[in-house]
T-cell receptor, first 112, second 111 residues
């Protein structure tokens, strides 16, 4: 059974600081996704990572994937208040159609 | 292109009742997946439909069922509602396994 663990579950940081969210998964995966969710809202797709060593960047967010370690990271550079949200990683297991297994989420609060 | 739409957006039901939620995928997308989100259990996969066939099913009781129509629209039904069914129900639309687009969700409250 595929398990996905994120840490930390909660992150409070000052504006301008850097931090990394970690996503570990237990079995071979075809791809890994990062989503953002604002309170009371749906999931917004941030990144899709397809292969070992994949790195994608959008603004102050950068995601990477190490399939050998079964680890993905979401790095936040010089955080701003607008990045406050909950971030989820999700893994598509092998031969699982479109069934995503989600991590528990990281609630990020960026303080001025 | 219009995004994924879900109706209704909010719903209040009483224990023991049943409910039907609807999801219209992005035009051309043949796969629709359903997820339940609760504070305690997080985001959990319910089922996926592809070309009117259920392709995957999560670990939920038989009270949760779904179907997909020839136009790819999907419905999810929950019978004999329990308090624990209160959740945000999200559907996701996909053309391939590369990207999944989530709808705004239906917030179900069971009293």
């Amino acid at each position: 059974e595929l398990k996905v663990e994120q840490n930390p579950l909660f992150l409070s940081m000052q504006e301008g600081k850097n931090y990394t969210i970690y996503c570990n998964y237990s079995t071979t995966s075809d791809r890994l996704y990062w989503y953002r969710q604002d309170p009371g809202k749906s999931l917004e797709s941030l990144f899709v990572l397809l292969s070992n060593g994949a790195v994608k960047q959008e603004g102050r967010l950068m995601a990477s994937l190490d399939t050998k370690a079964r680890l993905s990271t979401l790095h936040i550079t010089a955080a701003v208040h607008d990045l406050s949200a909950t971030y989820f990683c999700a893994v598509l297991g092998a031969n699982a159609g479109n069934m995503l297994t989600f991590g528990g989420g990281t609630r990020l609060m960026v303080k001025p | 292109k219009a995004g994924v739409t879900q109706t209704p957006r909010y719903l209040i039901k009483t224990r023991g009742q049943q409910v039907t939620l609807s999801c219209s995928p992005i035009s051309g997308h043949r796969s629709v997946s359903w997820y339940q989100q609760t504070p305690g259990q997080g985001l959990q996969f319910l089922f996926e439909y592809f070309s009117e066939t259920q392709r995957n099913k999560g670990n939920f009781p038989g009270r949760f069922s779904g179907r997909q129509f020839s136009n790819s629209r999907s419905e999810m039904n929950v019978s004999t509602l329990e308090l624990g069914d209160s959740a945000l129900y999200l559907c996701a639309s996909s053309q391939s396994s590369y990207e999944q687009y989530f709808g705004p969700g239906t917030r179900l409250t069971v009293t």
